[in-house]
């Protein structure tokens, strides 16, 4: 009896380590946390958005641990509010930002019109969409550890 113990303790002991490994094999990396990660917007509603050009900052959110949300969205800076809720629902609100006139304030007011629709969201690895219902995401960013 002893034996069959020690026998399922290697095992559980290896394919712990194994389901590890495993994991890490995948590509996708470790799991950003939701808050406190730069994530740069990469796609909107379901249109590419370019790398930031040179001298030109880059559009993404930041959702703070507090319930802050800091972004820029291609011309202003915009603060505002989120909560994230049980069943990986998603809202956002008290949004507001500075009111600089620029060439990006269309794409600048479908980022905030996405961020305001949001209700849900889901979070895999380095990626973090943010959706309405079961529509196709509104919007894709990816995690940027650098900033």
């Not at 790398?51 to 802050?68: H, M, T």
């Not at 809202?91 to 794409?107: H, P, Q, R, V, W």
């Amino acid at each position: 009896m002893q034996s069959i113990s020690r026998i399922l303790l290697v095992l559980a002991v290896l394919f712990t380590g194994a389901c590890g490994t495993q994991k890490a094999s995948t590509g996708t990396g470790a799991e950003a946390p939701i808050t406190d990660t730069y994530w740069r917007l990469t796609e909107l509603m379901g249109k590419p958005v370019p790398a930031a050009v040179v001298g030109k900052k880059e559009v993404y959110i930041r959702l703070r641990s507090n319930g802050n949300l800091e972004s820029f969205a291609g011309c202003n800076g915009v603060g505002g509010r989120f909560e994230v809720k049980p069943g990986l629902k998603i809202s956002f609100s008290n949004m507001m930002g500075t009111m600089m006139a620029c060439d990006e304030l269309a794409a600048e007011n479908k980022l905030l019109e996405a961020l305001r629709q949001a209700d849900n969201y889901i979070h895999h690895g380095k990626v973090l969409l943010l959706n309405k219902g079961r529509k196709a995401p509104l919007a894709r960013f990816e995690a940027d550890y650098s900033k």
